[in-house]
């Protein structure tokens, strides 16, 4: 990425996040939503392991049929699917067609997808210079680092984002007052799990700032920042790239995340 300019740098202080308009072309999109359109047309996820995803502390992970926290717990080093809620019958059977009901693909497309590994590892996005509905929450409930203030997502816009298909909103500045809860490891005894640590405020609603982007800008999202999408009420989809970087130098990633580096996928540096 080149280098933010000053004011840029300083909203971002500020704020804990900022847009940067027409990060990527029209036809860098296309390509991404073409790639995610085959694999959703490829995928094949066994009924057991149809899970979908909530930041909701009593809906993390839900599954139909017999059910499989693994497939999510393993996904670090995987491509993965993950659902929207409500689009399985009792039977974990579709209810809608399939590519209405992703929530997303994870957690290693970065890593094991040409397209999404050229653009993640792209020279626009290297930055040398610092380091449904979705209900508010900081993305370092779930990578969580130490010392804080160490990780920065990038939201990569493929569609237009409106407050009609459920743009992003954020409490600007809300990054400096540390973090509320924490997703974390467990074990019964014979398989992994995961249990939240403390429990996510009531925010006042009149705090968040809607951010619409248009397709092609990047958000950059600092780790604390409180931030949530309403759902989306229009005819029209709002598809999104989000990935997460973390400066190594001196950060200790948390041993009880649910996402760890594994023997075939360690973290891989941005810098090559």
Known sequence: MSCLSPSQLQKFQEDGFLVLEGFFSADECAVMQQRIGKLVADMDVPVHCRIEFSTREEGQLRTKGQGDKDYFLSSGDKIRYFFEKDVFDEKGNFLVPPE???????????????VFRSVTHSPK????HF???VDPHQDSTFLHTEPLGRLLGLWIALENATLENGCLWFIPGSHTGGVSRRLVRTSDGSKPDVTF?????????????????????????????????????????????????????????????????????PFPPLYT
């Not at 209405?100 to 970065?110: P, R, V």
């Open 100 to 114: 209405k009901s992703i929530n997303k693909i994870g957690h290693a497309l970065h890593a094991y997808d040409p």
């Open 125 to 128: 996005v290297q930055q040398p």
């Open 131 to 133: 380091g449904g509905e």
């Open 197 to 265: 640590l403390g429990s996510e405020p009531v925010r006042d609603a009149s705090l968040f700032v809607p951010t619409p982007a248009r397709r092609g800008d990047l958000i950059l999202i600092h780790g604390e920042v409180v931030h949530k999408s309403e759902k989306n009420l229009s005819d029209r989809s709002r598809h999104a790239y989000t990935f997460h970087f973390m400066e190594s130098l001196g950060t200790v990633w948390s041993p009880e995340n649910w996402l760890q580096p594994s023997a075939e996928l």
